[in-house]
């Protein structure tokens, strides 16, 4: 079974700082999709961002980037000029076979806080 | 706009009785929606994979009897948690995707206390 490992339980920068959330997995599949989620104090998951296994270039989307090594089983999530609305709980997903029924499987979560 | 619609928000109801959360697609067709558990500053657990049409499947550990799911139509499944008890109180989040490989859309999620 896939397990997802986020290693840092709590972070905390200041406002405008670049802060780095650290996520690695283990599977045997070749193929497979992995996911950053964002759970403000709503609760409401929001997707952040999101790599294809079979794709060497790191997804960014605006002030967010990935650093994915595949050998590694490594997924980290890099927040440029962070800001205060960025305070939230981080989870790092897998993201199962494609043709199985295609579950996430989420880590434990890390609780980012940007301080002003 | 909003693509996975949950409710209620927030349930409070008393030991041994039943209570129904719904999940709706709103803005695509779902043959497969997901229901997770999330205890307070944890992560989501995944519950169960409802089908439409068919019976879902459960994770292990889940009681299917306890956590019924029904998927009656393509946009709309719900979880019904029957004879529940205090140690079911927690908050439940349903989700559905679009197609293989796509992202996750997820509800609102569901505050249940059981009192």
């Known amino acids: 079974a896939q397990t997802v490992t986020q290693s840092q339980p709590e972070m905390s920068v200041q406002e405008a700082e670049t802060v780095t959330l650290s996520c690695t997995y283990d599977?045997?599949?070749?193929?497979?999709?992995l996911f950053w989620y964002k759970q403000p104090p709503s609760r409401q998951m929001i997707l952040v961002i999101r790599?294809?296994?079979?794709?060497?270039q790191n997804a960014t989307e605006n002030r967010f980037s990935v650093n994915f090594q595949k050998a590694a089983k490594s997924f980290s999530l890099k927040i440029s000029d962070s800001q205060l609305g960025d305070t939230a709980m981080y989870f790092c997903?897998?993201?199962?076979?494609?043709?199985?029924?295609?579950?996430?499987?989420f880590g434990q979560g890390t609780r980012l806080t940007i301080n002003p | 706009g909003a693509v996975v619609s949950q409710h209620p928000s927030r349930v409070i109801c008393k030991s041994g009785t039943s209570v129904k959360i719904e999940c709706r697609s709103l803005?695509?067709?779902?043959?497969?929606m997901f229901w997770y558990r999330q205890f307070p500053k944890q992560s989501l657990m995944l519950m169960a994979t409802?089908?439409?049409?068919?019976?879902?499947?459960?994770e292990q550990g889940v009681e299917k009897d306890k956590f019924l799911i029904n998927h009656a139509s393509l946009t709309l499944s719900t979880l019904t948690v029957t004879s529940a008890h205090p140690e079911d109180s927690s908050f439940y989040i349903c989700?559905?995707?679009?197609?293989?490989?796509?992202?996750?859309?997820f509800g609102q999620g569901t505050r249940l206390t059981v009192v």
């Open positions: 803005d695509f067709q779902a043959t497969t």
């Open positions: 409802s089908n439409e049409g068919s019976k879902a499947t459960y």
């Open positions: 599977t045997s599949e070749s193929n497979y999709y």
């Open positions: 989700s559905v995707k679009r197609g293989v490989g796509t992202e996750a859309f």
């Open positions: 997903a897998f993201m199962g076979p494609i043709q199985g029924a295609q579950k996430l499987v």
């Open positions: 790599q294809e296994a079979y794709k060497q």
